[in-house]
């Protein structure tokens, strides 16, 4: 696994934060660890602008919603 730089860290703690904030309470734990996986996925593969990582977010979070029938 490829060492992520402090940049592209901060930005998908800004990311992983700003979706979170449309679930009830911040997310559950299971919800954040979902997004959070995504976010390191798309890092790794070379997206870690806001932009990007931001995209990469929605698309987890809409995956959740669809699940739980939002």
Request: hydrophobic share 40%; glycine share 8%; charged share 30%.
């Amino acid at each position: 696994m490829p060492e992520l730089s402090e940049r592209t860290k901060a930005n998908m703690d800004v990311v992983l934060e700003q979706t979170c904030r449309q679930l009830p309470h911040g997310g559950d734990h299971d919800s954040r660890r979902f997004i959070a996986e995504r976010l390191i996925e798309a890092a790794q593969a070379g997206h870690s602008t806001l932009g990007e990582l931001g995209i990469v977010a929605r698309r987890a979070l809409a995956e959740i919603l669809a699940k739980r029938g939002e």
